[in-house]
């Protein structure tokens, strides 16, 4: 790291961004296995900000693997550069005014947290996408689980990579029992509640 390089202030503020867009900005940060519903419902959350007029972003794991993160493997450690870097990135977004949905399996706790931590209170909400291994197979909606089980696809998460579940989240989704409609009121309800919107 250079010893060089100064921050520099900008006149514009988080807060002076925030004011114009007439609400606050955070980040929801979905975290689940695959197949759990975390695309699914990051998509469903960010339609609603959208008819609401709230400005919003979604950053899903497949798209940002095509282009800012391509070349990072599942190996633990470009698993941690990967959410690494999206952390850095939702920080931006939080600091531009907006709200920022991501959607990544994001599977380690320590990974997470350090997240978190770039973060002020209340402006990272972790949003567990709850649903058992067996049920992501059954969906399987882009075929993956079965490519690991065969050993076509080796690291998968859930099979032989692991997934620490969240201690203490913001918001839990169960969704095998939650419908899609009932998980984004209910997530858009927490960000009333909390006055962010
Ligand atoms: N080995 C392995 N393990 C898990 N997932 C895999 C793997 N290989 C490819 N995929 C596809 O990549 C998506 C997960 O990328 P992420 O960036 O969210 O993963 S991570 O947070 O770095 O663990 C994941 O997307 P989702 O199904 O939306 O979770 C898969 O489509
Ligand atoms: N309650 C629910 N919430 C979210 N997804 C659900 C739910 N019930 C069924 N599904 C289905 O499960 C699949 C989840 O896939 P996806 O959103 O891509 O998951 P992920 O992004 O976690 O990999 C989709 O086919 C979706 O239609």
Redesign the pocket.
Known sequence: MSNHIVWHQTIISKGDRQSIKGHKSCVLWFT??????????ANAVELKLFELKKHSYILD?DNIRYGLNKGLTFSKEDRFENIRRIGEVAKLFVDSGQIVVT?FISPFREEREKVRNLFEDGEFIEVF?DCPLDECEK?D??GLYQKARSGEIREFTGIDSPYEEPLNPEIT?Q?KD???DR?TEIIINYLKEKQII
């Not at 689940?32 to 419902?41: I, R």
């Open positions: 689940g296995l695959s197949g759990s519903g975390k695309s699914t419902l794991g959607a996408v969906r909606p882009k989704i969704t939650c419908t899609i998980a």
